[in-house]
Protein backbone atom coordinates (compact mmCIF):
# COMPACT_ATOMS: atom_id res chain seq x y z
CA UNK A 1 0.00 0.00 0.00
CA UNK A 2 1.81 3.38 -1.20
CA UNK A 3 1.33 6.23 1.63
CA UNK A 4 -1.31 8.07 -1.00
CA UNK A 5 -3.55 5.21 -0.11
CA UNK A 6 -3.59 4.92 3.28
CA UNK A 7 -3.80 8.75 3.57
CA UNK A 8 -6.63 8.61 1.60
CA UNK A 9 -9.31 7.68 4.24
CA UNK A 10 -6.96 7.67 7.86
CA UNK A 11 -8.32 7.99 11.73
CA UNK A 12 -6.27 9.36 14.42
CA UNK A 13 -7.53 8.78 17.95
CA UNK A 14 -5.59 11.00 20.68
CA UNK A 15 -6.25 10.30 24.35
CA UNK A 16 -4.05 12.48 25.43
CA UNK A 17 -6.70 15.30 26.29
CA UNK A 18 -7.84 14.52 29.81
CA UNK A 19 -11.82 13.30 29.73
CA UNK A 20 -12.28 13.94 25.80
CA UNK A 21 -10.86 11.87 22.80
CA UNK A 22 -9.95 13.73 19.59
CA UNK A 23 -11.16 11.91 16.73
CA UNK A 24 -9.49 13.25 13.94
CA UNK A 25 -10.41 12.37 9.68
CA UNK A 26 -7.65 12.73 6.88
CA UNK A 27 -9.24 13.09 3.43
CA UNK A 28 -11.86 11.15 1.92
CA UNK A 29 -14.16 8.91 4.33
CA UNK A 30 -17.26 7.37 2.61
CA UNK A 31 -19.33 4.44 2.84
CA UNK A 32 -16.69 1.63 3.08
CA UNK A 33 -15.27 3.29 5.83
CA UNK A 34 -18.16 4.82 7.90
CA UNK A 35 -18.88 1.58 9.97
CA UNK A 36 -15.81 1.14 11.45
CA UNK A 37 -16.06 5.11 11.98
CA UNK A 38 -18.77 4.58 14.01
CA UNK A 39 -18.12 1.54 16.03
CA UNK A 40 -15.03 3.92 16.99
CA UNK A 41 -17.44 6.64 17.76
CA UNK A 42 -20.35 4.64 19.50
CA UNK A 43 -17.46 3.41 22.18
CA UNK A 44 -15.83 6.53 23.11
CA UNK A 45 -18.83 7.76 25.10
CA UNK A 46 -19.33 4.50 26.94
CA UNK A 47 -15.71 5.06 28.18
CA UNK A 48 -16.38 8.29 29.97
CA UNK A 49 -14.76 11.00 27.13
CA UNK A 50 -16.34 13.53 24.93
CA UNK A 51 -15.83 13.59 21.57
CA UNK A 52 -14.22 15.96 19.30
CA UNK A 53 -14.41 14.94 15.84
CA UNK A 54 -11.69 16.79 13.85
CA UNK A 55 -12.71 17.35 10.01
CA UNK A 56 -10.25 19.82 9.93
CA UNK A 57 -7.90 17.77 7.31
CA UNK A 58 -11.50 15.58 5.89
CA UNK A 59 -11.17 16.43 1.94
CA UNK A 60 -15.12 14.77 1.47
CA UNK A 61 -17.06 12.69 3.60
CA UNK A 62 -20.64 11.07 2.59
CA UNK A 63 -23.84 10.44 3.59
CA UNK A 64 -22.65 6.99 5.07
CA UNK A 65 -20.21 9.01 7.51
CA UNK A 66 -23.15 12.19 8.29
CA UNK A 67 -25.50 9.32 9.65
CA UNK A 68 -22.65 7.66 11.33
CA UNK A 69 -21.72 11.49 13.22
CA UNK A 70 -25.37 11.53 13.91
CA UNK A 71 -25.66 8.30 15.62
CA UNK A 72 -22.79 9.23 17.60
CA UNK A 73 -24.19 12.90 18.76
CA UNK A 74 -27.08 10.65 19.56
CA UNK A 75 -25.28 8.61 21.72
CA UNK A 76 -23.26 10.73 23.29
CA UNK A 77 -26.09 12.90 24.27
CA UNK A 78 -27.56 9.79 25.85
CA UNK A 79 -24.85 9.48 27.93
CA UNK A 80 -24.17 13.24 29.10
CA UNK A 81 -20.81 13.50 26.65
CA UNK A 82 -20.66 16.05 24.46
CA UNK A 83 -19.53 15.48 20.89
CA UNK A 84 -17.93 19.07 19.05
CA UNK A 85 -16.82 19.18 15.63
CA UNK A 86 -13.99 21.01 14.28
CA UNK A 87 -14.44 22.43 11.03
CA UNK A 88 -11.15 24.56 10.41
CA UNK A 89 -11.17 28.04 10.00
CA UNK A 90 -11.98 27.96 5.83
CA UNK A 91 -16.16 28.07 5.86
CA UNK A 92 -16.01 27.53 2.53
CA UNK A 93 -14.18 24.19 2.37
CA UNK A 94 -16.15 21.26 1.13
CA UNK A 95 -17.33 19.49 4.68
CA UNK A 96 -18.62 22.74 6.46
CA UNK A 97 -20.19 23.26 2.78
CA UNK A 98 -21.76 19.90 2.72
CA UNK A 99 -22.84 20.45 6.67
CA UNK A 100 -24.41 23.70 5.41
CA UNK A 101 -26.35 22.49 2.18
CA UNK A 102 -27.77 18.90 4.22
CA UNK A 103 -28.79 21.31 7.01
CA UNK A 104 -27.01 19.22 9.75
CA UNK A 105 -24.82 21.65 10.92
CA UNK A 106 -27.45 23.33 13.24
CA UNK A 107 -27.39 19.63 14.82
CA UNK A 108 -23.52 19.91 15.74
CA UNK A 109 -21.60 21.98 18.16
CA UNK A 110 -18.97 23.05 16.09
CA UNK A 111 -15.37 25.38 16.40
CA UNK A 112 -13.06 26.78 13.93
CA UNK A 113 -9.92 25.15 16.17
CA UNK A 114 -8.95 21.39 18.18
CA UNK A 115 -8.59 23.43 21.22
CA UNK A 116 -11.29 25.35 20.84
CA UNK A 117 -13.24 22.33 20.41
CA UNK A 118 -11.48 20.76 23.23
CA UNK A 119 -12.45 23.26 26.02
CA UNK A 120 -16.23 22.85 24.70
CA UNK A 121 -16.24 19.35 24.93
CA UNK A 122 -14.41 19.61 28.87
CA UNK A 123 -17.76 21.73 29.85
CA UNK A 124 -19.74 18.77 29.62
CA UNK A 125 -19.60 16.58 32.70
CA UNK A 126 -19.57 12.93 31.51
CA UNK A 127 -21.27 10.49 33.85
CA UNK A 128 -18.46 8.10 34.85
Avoid: C, Y
Avoid at 88 to 99: N, T
Wanted: aromatic residues 4%.
Amino acid sequence: MTRAAWERNRIDIDFGEPGVAVVALHGEHETHGALTLERRLLELPRRGRSLVVDLSAATFVDSAVLGALLRARARADQVGAALVLVLGEDSGRAIPRILRITGLLRKFETAQTRAEAVAAARRTTVAA
